[in-house]
């Protein structure tokens, strides 16, 4: 229970995914602990039989009994062999979590995508339509797909009654159910992309999904800041070139890698003030001639307020020269036309403009493949930048996923420090000691040799939900360490020897200690095989507590009573004495 203590004052997003967790586990251990001190010995009480004093003994004299004796012995004398065995198992164990790659959440998979036509600006609608056909007789042939629909002229963002784009489209694919097809959304997706590619021809395409927590998954996003747009939008053009290069990436796109037609109007700013005008003026009436004002309102029956607005038709807005003709009144009553103080062309402009701590930013957005991790293509991009040796005034700062890995990962390694601090201050006042808690610690690091294996052969890369199980395992098998460390305890103060107390404690405590482990492995495995539509997310913590209970059950069999031996003043020197 103490361990989830420091789980229950993570704030943000981690918090309000695991609270519940932490809350649950608690609340069931206490009520398994009563069940435990009460229900159990009573019905014990009623229901066993007392065994046979041979049957005991037999088993005392077992192939399992009688090679865990041998093989204490051993360890106990070859203390530094095991020792160093284990410290080569943990750096090999160290070593392996580095090859899985990082992630911030799993992938989950909600069973529909979207998939975004661009044609260039000004093509007809009915080129547009013909792409959009080709790409639905593609989609018609894939059989995990259930249906799909098609908007053209609008998206779901500009909506219907938007000004229509001709030259975009969007469709929204929907897969069948889960348990009825043999690859995730994702990877229909990218096989699909191909083919999508060559049906749109010339036209742009991009895919993407929604994750469960509203981001898009396998999405890296991230700023580059610069002090100058002139300087930003060089950098900003190097990155991009140098990313689309990379491994395992389906698509880069950036703030300036899309534009929209614009009329842009600049002002002559000397020319404006031999007329009497200031920029400001002419602005003030450029943005009433194409936004419209306000004149008055209208109140209705049921006293609804309406505005009332006045504008010039939109014929005239889109013309440049009819915007050139447009009369400006000076302030001594005579007119000049828009067209003698600015100079009004048509140009690209982008879509967005973004800032970042008042500095001009530009926004990056990395779209890689299922078979590669938010880590590995974050290392692939800061080498990318590094390489580029840019200036001292560009900047780079993550957004999305990346950033919220960071955050967690703090918050995270301060819980489980303070976990282990809280089990270490719990068994301090259990055994009333400070040197017995110190030997049970050691069972944490043998953690890290079953997660390690678990994780590589799985390849599920280290996430939020992996670290959880990480904190989770902390708890879990320290209770073998307790078991053997209390009861090599009991016996040494009922008159045995030290030596002789921790061979007999292994032999008698091994089938609990196992037989804890292997009900708790059982039970995570519908956990860990991710069965189940959502149930991506706790997968990895599942494999994480699997795998770490493994190898810590069996290794702390040996080290817990290399390490008492260690720490006790008559074992201390073992090989010269026994």
Do not use: C
Request: charged content about 20%.
């Amino acid at each position: 229970i103490a361990v989830f203590v420091p789980v229950l004052f993570i704030e943000g997003l981690i918090g309000n995914l695991f609270k519940e967790l932490a809350f649950t586990v608690s609340f069931s251990l206490l009520a398994s602990l009563f069940v435990a001190l009460t229900v159990v010995p009573m019905l014990a009480s009623r229901l066993l039989k007392v065994s046979p004093k041979q049957s005991e003994e037999k088993r005392r004299q077992g192939r399992m009994l009688t090679w865990l004796d041998k093989a204490t012995r051993w360890v106990l004398g070859h203390r530094l062999v095991v020792i160093a065995i284990t410290l080569v198992l943990l750096v090999i164990g160290g070593f392996g979590l580095t090859t899985v790659g990082t992630q911030f959440l799993p992938a989950t998979d909600e069973g529909f995508f979207t998939i975004k036509i661009k044609h260039e600006h000004g093509t007809p609608l009915n080129v547009t339509e013909e792409t959009v056909a080709k790409i639905e007789d593609v989609l018609a042939d894939e059989r995990d797909i259930e249906d799909y629909l098609s908007l053209i002229g609008s998206s779901s963002q500009q909506g219907p009654g938007s000004a229509a784009l001709e030259n975009e489209a969007e469709i929204f694919v929907s897969m069948i159910d889960l348990d009825k097809r043999d690859r995730s959304t994702l990877e229909i997706s990218e096989d699909l992309k191909s083919q999508i590619e060559r049906a749109a021809g010339d036209a742009e395409i991009s895919m993407s999904q929604h994750g469960s927590l509203g981001s898009e998954p396998n999405t890296l996003t991230f700023f580059i800041q610069a002090d100058t747009e002139s300087n930003l939008d060089d950098y900003a053009s190097q990155i991009h070139e140098e990313l689309e290069d990379l491994n395992g990436v389906n698509e880069v796109v950036s703030d300036r890698s899309e534009t929209q037609d614009e009329i842009r109007i600049t002002v002559d700013r000397d020319q404006a003030l031999e007329e009497g005008l200031v920029p400001a003026q002419v602005a003030t009436i450029v943005n009433h001639v194409t936004r419209g004002q306000q004149a008055s309102q209208l109140t209705t029956e049921a006293e609804e307020v309406l505005a009332i607005v006045v504008q010039y038709d939109e014929e005239v807005v889109k013309d440049i020269e009819a915007l050139k003709d447009l009369l400006i009144k000076k302030p001594d009553g005579s007119y000049i036309t828009l067209g003698d103080v600015t100079e009004i062309e048509r140009a690209e402009g982008d879509v967005s403009i973004q800032r970042a701590d008042q500095l001009p930013a530009v926004q990056f957005t990395v779209k890689y493949k299922s078979d590669t991790t938010l880590g590995d293509v974050t290392a692939q991009v800061e080498e990318k930048i590094d390489e580029l040796d840019l200036p001292d005034d560009f900047a780079m700062s993550y957004t999305g996923d990346q950033e919220l890995l960071q955050d967690a990962l703090d918050d995270l390694a301060l819980a489980f420090i303070l976990a282990v601090i809280f089990v270490y201050l719990v068994m301090a006042a259990q055994f009333e000691s400070l040197k017995y808690p110190f030997v049970i610690i050691f069972t944490i690091p043998l953690i890290v040799i079953g997660v390690m294996i678990a994780l590589t052969v799985t390849r599920t890369p280290i996430g939020i939900t992996a670290i959880i199980g990480l904190i989770v395992l902390a708890g879990i098998v320290l209770n073998n360490g307790i078991v053997l460390v209390d009861f090599i305890n009991q016996l040494k103060a009922s008159g045995w020897r030290t030596y002789d107390a921790i061979i007999e404690s292994v032999k008698v405590r091994a089938r609990p200690i196992i037989m804890t482990a292997v009900t708790t492995i059982l039970g995570l495995i519908p956990l860990s095989l991710g069965i189940g539509e959502g149930a991506e997310i706790q997968q990895p913590l599942g494999i994480t507590v699997i795998g770490g209970l493994i190898s810590s059950t069996f290794l702390s069999l040996f080290i817990i009573p290399i390490v008492y031996s260690l720490f006790d003043k008559e074992t201390r020197h073992l090989n010269k004495k026994y």
